[in-house]
């Protein structure tokens, strides 16, 4: 167990979840008419008390793939999205909160906090078994290699012998 304690200690990066975000959004397609204009009356309407994101989201977005999931968008962590979109929906502080009219390659987007994720790093017990089983098949990986190494080392290549058998052969005559 100490030599798994020492991987997981070594590494935290490879036991840690990055921070994460769900967002909502709502897209206008850069390609509609009066884009921006647009993007900024769906933003009014989102930023009226009580006002149902998703419900809005279905009717104005024009991303057909998360418009009929309310404008959600899952959870992602950065570096998966476009980065104006990633760094206003990571600067969003409390699910609710809404950004301003966000233009990327695609349009202009309104995005919505869901839930936030802090970074987390996954507990040495969750973790230990699986490092403990790859720390047993790396063992047994270089046991058997240097088994491999032993039984090649005693062969010993006789080439005298395989020199005269080809020189046989060329001439057509057959080894005794």
């Not at 070594?10 to 921006?36: D, M, N, Q, W, Y």
């Not at 991303?63 to 979109?85: C, Q, T, V, Y």
């Amino acid at each position: 167990g100490r030599l798994a304690r020492n991987q997981y200690d070594a590494a935290p990066e490879k036991f840690t979840t990055p921070e994460g975000v769900r967002v909502s959004h709502i897209l206008v397609h850069a390609k509609a008419c009066e884009a921006e204009a647009r993007a900024r009356e769906v933003l009014a309407r989102a930023q009226q008390p009580g006002a149902d994101f998703a419900a809005l989201a279905k009717e104005k977005s024009d991303d057909p793939a998360s418009a009929a999931k309310g404008g959600d968008l899952g959870f992602f962590s950065r570096g998966k999205m476009a980065p104006a979109f990633e760094s206003a929906a990571f600067a969003l502080k409390q699910p609710g909160d809404l950004s301003d009219v966000v233009k990327t390659e695609f349009g202009y987007h309104v995005i919505r906090l869901e839930e936030r994720k802090p970074a987390s790093r996954q507990p040495f017990e969750t973790v230990r078994d699986g490092l403990m089983k790859g720390l047993a098949e790396s063992e047994a990986r270089t046991r058997r290699q240097q088994v491999l190494d032993k039984v090649n080392a005693g062969i010993e290549v006789d080439q005298k012998a395989i020199e005269a058998l080809v020189a046989a052969q060329k001439s057509g005559a057959r080894p005794n």
